[in-house]
């Protein structure tokens, strides 16, 4: 596996646990993987292999990313990374454009470091909800924020296909289990 398990990974698994965009049916076979690959696995990680509540999962990966050495690596990116990742929900058709825009401009509100501040999100979602949910206006909306956010949609794309991959062996197994 060609994964750097350091604090910068585990930040944006942080952020893509926290968006809800993977869970325990994402990571728990990644988990089993590292620690038959490793010969001593980082211990985050075998906690990680055995969670599935996900406020636990959150709180394992971030009790790794505040231990010490301590490192500054809460960079702007990453905030705006946890917008792509509610984007790839909405993409995935988890949840409608209009819940994206309110997640969205609830996150930046509370953040303050997403380069789009809650006004453009609400402003936006104010937008959709006043032409009561046009679908030309929300593919225009959705095509804005892919352009303004297109590195960060590739780069959480790029881990989100490995959790991906391990959520599809999980449903496999899981079917297989109870037949």
């Given at each position: 596996m060609d994964i750097k398990l350091d604090k910068e990974f585990a930040c944006k698994?942080?952020?893509m646990l926290e968006s809800r965009l993977i869970w325990y049916k994402h990571f728990q076979l990644f988990c089993d993987d590292i620690i038959l690959e490793y010969t001593k696995p980082p211990y985050w990680?075998?906690?990680l292999a055995t969670v599935r509540f996900q406020p636990?999962?959150?709180e394992i990966v971030k009790n790794y990313m505040y231990s010490e050495p301590f490192v500054d690596f809460y960079r702007s990116e990453l905030f705006d990374q946890y917008i792509a990742c509610l984007y790839l929900r909405y993409d995935r058709r988890e949840i409608s454009w209009a819940s994206f825009l309110s997640l969205s401009g609830d996150?930046?509100?509370g953040s303050q470091e997403v380069k789009k501040d809650c006004d453009y999100f609400y402003e936006l979602l104010n937008e959709y909800k006043n032409h009561e949910f046009d679908e030309k206006?929300?593919?225009n909306q959705k095509e804005?924020?892919?352009i303004n956010f297109i590195e960060e949609i590739k780069e959480i794309e790029g881990f989100y296909k490995i959790f991906k991959d391990y959520f599809k062996q999980f449903i496999?197994?899981?079917k297989s289990t109870s037949s």
């Open positions: 698994l942080s952020i990680i075998i906690e636990t999962a959150i996150y930046a509100d206006l929300e593919h804005e924020i892919k496999i197994k899981e």
